[in-house]
């Protein structure tokens, strides 16, 4: 006899309801079979737990009995149905599962119907308007501005070959200015005769200033903005995202002290980016003298809402386009520093003591301390403050060819965030830049040992570093030290 | 006196003797309902509506079984129409006066297994649940289930089995241990 354990002749075995032969040929099948025996102890085993579980007095219940007496009271026994109860007379709302799915069905038609017949009336009745319309237009309304498309096409035309042209100017510009970029880890710096890059690579690294380089991509300017919080990288997503420099990487430092976006744009867009930052936003306010002359003339135009920042940009409006020595440049960068912190701040303003009036001005007004200096070091303008828009400027001592060397941040409107930015560009070899002397730099550094730096803003404040490169120019060959771009 | 005796009594006029019905069945009604639908307050309210059922259609009762299968018959209705109404509520453990002997130990290990017991037959099909409180806890036999719960023998021998084998599963702890220690 074969048997599955699914088969309840098992438990009729096991209950003793199966004949002699039956019952012998179970019990002889569960034996050959090590499943079968496992599975009918454990039945077995099952029914003695429930006899036993159930064998347990149930007290009566006097309360019962009077509850049921006193329902009755008053009847007579009938002939009601005692298998019916509340459950079973109801109403059948529990319908069957068919029944369910045909109203389904018949509401959905229904409902499907009333649309059909809906879009069509709307549709018979646009086509009406439409005829009514071309009715009222006469026969050659239709055919009244044909003569816009091929203008339209020539004006298409001559557009792109005008930006052809342009671009092409551009390029070969660039092509006979390309200074050699080196890149030092992540720094980036010009090279020039008198500068030792390295060296100043490392000072600024030191100091906490970091320049990305950007070596692809002619024509674009690669910029990487440091975010001190997340309220700054909000504000400056928005602008990323409606302006046409594009996202090109993130990074998020350990600590979360500096999150860094890296931007790619061409140069135009950089600069009406950081010209947007500077108006729009309410909390940071870029440097006019960093912008390009279109970027300022464009400011300009905006009328009162620039004018602090075009106030302070007289000297590097004036620096801009024309390279500096750098003791002018650092002298009337710091002197431009001076003048937003206070008059103590101003008499320090010759060149040898700027940097510590900038220092002790910056330092006060941003906890920024060595800001200035750094820029000045670097050839970065620097700006900080707090309060109203504050556009103190470092300038460089690297001459700027286009006007757009530098940036700098401020605070506004209750100091919501302190800003710097610096920018690098490759520049075109004068001979102002190569003899220019670099002793106020020195002097500086002889006159204000530079302070650690101190990064980490004040509580409450968003801190904006941008680093920009120029690629506008490729480099003309890469040192035999570094791989080629 | 014969129930048979005292329905004819209750059918004469004598109501007050339906009293006697009801003292006579309500523990073995109270203790299926228990079982059945897992909750002694539920059993007693169905209980209760199952002999008040039974006295409003006594005159139906034609006698072909005993009285008790009948009103085994209207209890597991309304133990039915009850589970369809709403889950089981599985019983709270109560003081077991098994408990209460000198082998502390051992009380504590029945009272588990009733609670493990009334656990798993809450969480069985209601169907299966009838058929095996019937046939191992009221030790009915499968004609009796049938005719209590109006169904074929074949049926009652596979939902028995079903509900068994089920049963295995959810009280392995048990069952197991035990087969592997006997």
Same mark, same amino acid.
């Given at each position: 006899m074969t048997l599955e354990p699914d088969s309840p002749t098992i438990s009729e075995w096991l209950d003793g309801r199966l004949s002699g032969d039956e019952a012998d040929a179970v019990a002889a099948a569960v034996r050959s079979n090590p499943e079968l025996t496992a599975l009918a102890t454990e039945l077995r085993r099952v029914k003695e737990t429930l006899l036993e579980a159930g064998d347990h007095p149930v007290e009566a219940s006097r309360s019962l009995v009077s509850a049921v007496m006193t329902a009755i009271a008053g009847e007579a026994p009938g002939?009601?149905? %005692?298998?019916? +109860?509340a459950v079973s007379t109801? %109403?059948?709302? +529990?319908?069957?599962d068919a029944e369910v799915d045909q109203k389904v069905d018949d509401e959905w038609q229904q409902l499907e119907q009333q649309r059909l017949t809906q879009e069509r009336a709307e549709a018979f009745e646009d086509e009406d308007a439409i005829r009514e319309a071309r009715r009222l237009e006469g026969p050659s309304a239709g055919s009244d501005?044909?003569?816009?498309k091929p203008v339209l096409s020539v004006a298409l035309a001559a557009g792109l070959v005008v930006a052809v042209l342009l671009n092409i100017g551009d390029q070969s510009d660039s092509d006979t200015a390309a200074p050699p970029v080196r890149q030092v880890g992540e720094v980036a710096v010009v090279e020039?005769?008198?500068?030792d890059a390295a060296a100043l690579a490392e000072r600024m690294i030191a100091r906490g200033i970091e320049l990305t380089a950007g070596k692809q991509s002619m024509g674009t300017l690669h910029m990487t903005v440091h975010l001190g919080d997340r309220e700054g990288r909000r504000q400056f997503e928005e602008l990323l995202a409606r302006s046409?420099?594009?996202?090109d990487r993130e990074e998020t430092m350990t600590g979360g002290q500096v999150e860094r976006i890296g931007c790619l744009g061409r140069a135009a867009e950089v600069d009406r980016l950081l010209e947007t930052l500077a108006v729009s936003t309410g909390s940071l306010v870029v440097q006019?003298?960093?912008?390009s002359p279109e970027a300022i003339e464009r400011l300009e135009r905006r009328g009162p809402v620039a004018e602090p920042m075009l106030a302070a940009a007289d000297v590097e409006v004036k620096t801009a386009t024309e390279p500096q020595p750098a003791a002018t440049a650092i002298a009337s960068a710091q002197a431009g520093a001076a003048r937003q912190v206070g008059p103590t701040a101003e008499e320090a303003s010759p060149a040898a003591d700027a940097v510590a009036a900038s220092d002790a001005g910056l330092a006060a007004a941003?906890?920024?301390?060595?800001a200035a200096e750094l820029a000045a070091d670097a050839g970065i303008a620097a700006d900080a403050g707090k309060?109203?828009?504050?556009?103190a400027v470092a300038q460089s001592d690297a001459p700027q060819p286009r006007g757009r060397s530098l940036a700098m941040g401020g605070g506004a409107g209750g100091g919501a965030m302190i800003g710097a930015m610096s920018r690098v560009a490759t520049v075109e070899p004068s001979a102002e830049a190569i003899t220019a002397p670099q002793a106020p730099v020195a002097d500086a550094d002889a006159a204000s040992p530079p302070?650690?730096?101190?990064?980490?803003?004040?509580?409450?404040f968003v801190r904006l570093w941008i680093d920009i490169v120029d690629d506008t120019k490729a480099p003309a060959a890469p040192p035999a030290d570094q791989p080629a771009p | 006196m014969q129930d048979s005796e005292i329905i004819e009594r209750v059918l004469a006029g004598?109501?007050?003797?339906y009293a006697t019905l009801v003292e006579r069945h309500q523990p073995q009604i109270l203790r299926l309902l228990e079982r059945l639908v897992g909750c002694r307050e539920t059993a007693q309210d169905l209980a209760q509506e199952a002999f008040i059922a039974a006295f409003r259609g006594l005159k139906s009762f034609?006698?072909?079984?005993?009285f008790s299968t009948w009103l085994y018959r209207i209890a597991c209705n309304k133990a039915t129409s009850a589970a369809r109404r709403r889950r089981p509520v599985p019983l709270a453990p109560t003081a077991d006066?098994?408990?209460?002997?000198?082998d502390v130990s051992t009380g504590l290990e029945q009272a588990d297994r009733r609670h493990a017991v009334e656990q798993a037959l809450a969480q069985l099909d209601e169907r299966y649940r009838a058929v095996v409180v019937l046939a191992d806890?009221?030790?009915?036999?499968y004609e009796s289930i049938a005719g209590i719960l109006d169904i074929p023998i074949g049926t009652v021998r596979s939902r028995l089995h079903r509900a068994r084998v089920e049963l295995r599963e959810r009280l392995k702890a048990f069952v197991t241990a035990e087969a592997s220690s006997s």
């Open positions: 002939d009601a149905d %005692p298998f019916l +109860d109801q %109403p059948p709302h +529990d319908e069957t501005r044909h003569w816009l020039r005769p008198q500068v046409r420099v594009t996202l006019a003298g960093s912008l941003a906890g920024l301390p060595a309060g109203a828009p504050l556009e302070p650690p730096p101190q990064l980490i803003p004040p509580e409450g | 004598d109501h007050a003797a034609q006698q072909k079984s005993s006066p098994v408990a209460e002997t000198s806890m009221e030790e009915a036999s």
